[in-house]
């Protein structure tokens, strides 16, 4: 079984400064990693995803995610924020096989101050 | 892109009563997911489907079923609503690797 732990319940930032978000993950099997982000009043987008080969990936608005295996962690990260970029994160872990179910972290609240 | 769609955005049901929310995909996914979603808890599997007709419990199913009779429509079913099952439900979608949400169900059960 999987489990995912988000440390940290809420981060608050100012506009146009960097920001990291911390996943670490327990698992006895190899994974699949990924965030999603809930904006307000809407469901689940993906953010990115880690399956195989290199272990720093990006997403299109600028966040990026490191799988470092040895720490079993998934931070997401983000040099400069956007008042845009308010939302809740999920980080989440899947096994390799079936149906490939998803265990989600408890979520971050990122909020961004002007 | 994909789209799942969701019945209902917001519903009000009173203990007691049966509930239906319903899930549809159009991308021809094989599986498919329900979800509630509670604040500090992030999201917990209800049940998942793998295939017409086939379901398998999740984290959290007791109070609930599901219903899978056509590949594109996925249902939760909540048999006698209790003021517990107050939450936001969220179904997905995914043909393997990724899963894909759609807007999610807010659910009060007064």
């Known amino acids: 079984a999987q489990s995912v732990t988000q440390l940290d319940s809420q981060v608050p930032v100012f506009e146009e400064a960097p920001v990291e978000l911390r996943c670490n993950y327990s698992?006895?099997?190899?994974?699949?990693l990924f965030w999603y982000v809930q904006y307000p009043n809407q469901g689940l987008q993906l953010l990115l995803k880690?399956?195989?080969?290199?272990?720093l990936v990006k997403s299109i608005n600028g966040f990026e995610a490191e799988f470092n295996k040895s720490q079993t962690s998934f931070h997401l990260r983000k040099p400069s924020v956007h008042i845009s970029d308010t939302a809740e994160y999920f980080c989440?872990?899947?096994?390799?096989?079936?149906?490939?179910?998803?265990?989600f972290g408890q979520g971050t609240r990122l909020t961004i101050n002007p | 892109d994909v789209k799942v769609t969701q019945s209902s955005r917001y519903l009000v049901k009173r203990t007691g009563e049966k509930v239906f929310l319903e899930c549809v995909q159009d991308?021809?996914?094989?599986?498919m997911f329900w979800y509630r979603q509670d604040p500090g808890l992030g999201l917990r599997l209800i049940y998942f489907?793998?295939?017409?007709?086939?379901?398998e419990k999740g984290d959290i199913p007791e109070g609930y079923s599901v219903s899978r009779e056509k590949k594109e429509r996925f249902s939760l079913i909540l048999e006698s609503a209790s003021t517990n099952q107050t939450s936001m439900y969220l179904c997905?979608?995914?043909?393997?690797?990724?899963?894909?949400f759609g807007p999610g169900t807010r659910l009060t059960v007064l």
């Open positions: 997905a979608s995914s043909p393997g690797d990724t899963q894909y």
């Open positions: 698992s006895s099997v190899s994974v699949y």
């Open positions: 880690y399956l195989s080969g290199s272990t």
């Open positions: 989440a872990v899947s096994d390799l096989t079936g149906a490939q179910k998803l265990v």
């Open positions: 991308m021809d996914h094989e599986n």
């Open positions: 489907s793998y295939d017409v007709k086939m379901k």
